[in-house]
């Protein structure tokens, strides 16, 4: 696997001697990179097992280190939030700044609640993942082991540490955030805005919420829920 850069303020130029050239050096890795992401002041280089910190400003001080064994299968589902930057492995992992020293480290898993799901996902280089800032989530679409298309959004809201299951019934093949929403797209050219209004693009929304048991001061008493936000 090779990173080739280009010289300083012209991107198509990768012949220029002084500032052009390539790097190669992953010790005894062989892999293919599957991603690149930039992530404060490093570039991560990821592969299938493992990632690596790009540091440095200038050809001559350029290096490459071994940060984790955990890699990613691909590079849409990366996604930066605030100091961590959030990939896709065989859970859901990220890259962290902790300390006064702004250290990077490996932080835990996030996809505990939902592991059980791993083993229904295939292609999961194919998978996307979305930064929701406006809701404080990520959207996660993956496809499943026997359909063709992004039915099944995972939403990790990362304040509250709590996954939600979105399932669309239309056949999406991709989606993308703008203007601070969430849109997809379905086999058809057709383009949703999510999130918005109370139906699928007129159909029906199946919803089901479950909680902790929540006593709410009197455990013996049935209470109802009149209103979500």
């Not at 691909?74 to 700044?97: D, T, W």
């Not at 295939?122 to 929701?132: C, I, P, S």
């Not at 063709?148 to 093949?173: C, E, F, G």
Request: hydrophobic fraction near 35%; glycine fraction near 6%; aromatic fraction near 18%.
């Amino acid at each position: 696997a090779t990173i080739y850069y280009s010289a300083l303020g012209t991107y198509n130029n990768f012949t220029e001697d002084v500032d052009a050239g390539y790097m190669n050096e992953f010790h005894t890795d062989t892999g293919s990179i599957t991603a690149l992401k930039t992530y404060k002041d490093y570039l991560a280089v990821y592969k299938k097992n493992s990632v690596y910190l790009l540091t440095g400003t200038t050809p001559e001080d350029f290096a490459i280190s071994l940060f984790a064994d955990k890699g990613a299968y691909g590079p849409n589902a990366i996604v930066n939030v605030e100091n961590k930057q959030y990939f896709l492995s065989n859970g859901i992992f990220a890259l962290q700044h902790v300390g006064e020293l702004n250290q990077v480290q490996l932080g835990s898993e996030i996809s505990l609640k939902i592991k059980p799901e791993f083993s229904l996902f295939v292609n999961l280089k194919d998978a996307l993942g979305l930064h929701y800032e406006r809701k404080n989530q990520i959207w996660y679409f993956f496809p499943y082991n026997g359909s063709d298309y992004l039915h099944t959004v995972w939403i990790n809201d990362y304040l509250n540490k709590a996954w939600y299951k979105r399932v669309i019934p239309q056949d999406i093949v991709t989606a993308c955030v703008y203007n601070d929403y969430i849109y997809t797209a379905d086999k058809n050219g057709k383009i949703y805005k999510e999130d918005f209004g109370t139906t699928f693009n007129g159909e029906p929304v199946k919803f089901m919420w479950k909680s902790p048991f929540l006593s709410i001061t009197s455990p013996h008493h049935r209470k109802m829920i009149d209103e979500f936000y």
